[in-house]
């Protein structure tokens, strides 16, 4: 079975037989991009995209045998490309405030793939990031730039 197979029954199952499926592969990467009705896109990308990444999970656990070395990476109605954007424009206006008063601060919970958004984002914008902390309880923090002993609170 394929990956677009089983994306196709999956979603058949969860009420969805008209979604289109398209899946690109590239050296590191499969990347498996949705489109479903948009009347039903919360359904199934959830809550801060919880459902969408419990999908990507079953998916990359799934054929992590075929993978190999390859991330998966699944995104419906081009919600991962939207949250995203969101996700690096905050890093930004995070960074500024940063460089401006000195003080580090921690950013909301992100997920590990918008936490390494962040990390490259902020790469070279004069600050330094770290994240710290277990499971869904790790946190990103961002430091001026020579700072990494000031915690924030």
Known sequence: MTIQDYLEQALAHMGCENAEITIEED?????????????????????????????????ATTFRDQLGEKRISVDINEY?????????????????R??????PETLPQLSPEERR???????????VTQSEGEGIERRLTVFPEGNLDAKSK
């Open 117 to 127: 958004l962040v990390h490259m984002a902020l790469k070279d914008a004069g600050v």
């Open 27 to 59: 050296e590191q990467t499969i990347k498996a991009t949705i489109r479903v009705p948009e009347e039903d896109s919360g359904m199934f990308i959830g809550r801060r995209g919880e459902t969408l990444t419990g999908l990507q999970r079953i998916v």
């Open 80 to 96: 991962k490309v939207r949250r995203g954007d969101a996700v690096q424009q905050m890093a930004l206006e995070v960074a500024e």
């Open 98 to 103: 940063v460089k401006e008063s000195g003080k």
